[in-house]
Every structure is written in structure tokens, then in C-alpha cells.
């Protein structure tokens, strides 16, 4: 499983020139399923994210979490996170998750942020969105399931 996080002071994500999700301050994540993912792997990439101190505190350090900062969740699924660009021009989607199970996966993180009492918006799987975000930094991380 892949994530590109990234701070942001808003964003949001429109389907069919319709808004389907917006935030203010808060994280714009990017998510990526691979063929081989579990919920238990989607539990502790949630924690990670969620963990994360990327916030400045009132001395301008990188000290606060999601949390502190009273921040918002704008989940995005996107399976070209699995690319493969080592052979040719054209990428490989091979890796990706099949889109019933990654689909799965990607409502199982929405509702368990939910549950942990974070706003959550999101994108629409599977659909042509236009994702619009102001990173605030910029502050981008790349989290990867095989680097935890």
C-alpha cells in the first residue's frame, strides 16, 4: 500500500464538475492498493499517517499531528501509485489491486478514520476526478507498506 500524504491549507477533489469532497486544513492522501494488501496493512499505514507531527507548533517546528491541529482527511484512491516504468514507456498497473478488493480497502480506511473521529471527504473510486489542493510547505511524504 502506498500513500503520498500531503499538507495541505485545502483541496478538494471534483467528479462530473461536481464537488465530492473538500477541506480546509488538514492531510490530502493519495492511496494507492497493491494486489497483496490486507486491513491489517491498511491499520498500520492509517496509524502512521495519523501519527505523523508535520503540523508547526508555536515555535515554527514540524511538532503537531492531524490531531492537534484539529485537521481533515481528504482520501483519494489511485491506482497509478503502482506503476512500473522500468520496461518501456508505457506503464505496468500489474501490482495494483484488482478494483473490487482494492475498492474494499479504500472504503475500510474511510470508515476507520471515521471511527476515530476524524472529518473524512473523499474522492469517487474508480472515477476521472480533478483534485485541487493548496499544499501548504510544500509538505509531501510517501509512506510505502514494505518500508514499515
Known amino acids: 500500500m502506498r ?9 478538494s477533489v471534483t467528479v462530473n464538475g461536481q464537488i465530492t469532497g473538500k477541506i480546509s486544513r488538514g492531510f490530502l492522501v493519495l492511496i494507492g492498493v497493491c494486489d497483496t494488501d490486507t486491513k491489517e496493512i491498511a491499520d498500520k499505514m492509517i496509524r502512521k499517517m495519523l501519527g505523523l507531527r508535520i503540523f508547526e507548533d508555536a515555535d515554527g517546528k514540524t511538532n503537531l499531528s492531524l490531531d492537534a491541529v484539529s485537521g481533515a482527511l481528504l482520501l483519494v484512491s ?6 512500473d516504468c522500468r520496461k518501456g514507456n ?10 473490487d478488493a482494492a475498492n474494499e480497502l479504500y472504503e475500510y480506511m474511510i470508515q476507520s478514520c471515521r471511527e476515530q473521529g476524524y472529518e473524512v471527504q473523499t474522492g469517487e473510486f474508480g472515477a476521472d476526478m480533478k483534485v485541487q489542493l493548496l499544499n501548504d510547505g510544500p509538505f509531501t511524504i510517501l509512506l510505502d507498506s514494505e518500508d514499515l
Open 78 to 83: 489511485q491506482f497509478t501509485l503502482y506503476a
Open 3 to 11: 500513500f503520498v500524504i500531503q499538507r495541505v491549507s485545502e483541496a
Open 90 to 99: 508505457r506503464p505496468s498497473f500489474i501490482r495494483a489491486g484488482a478494483p
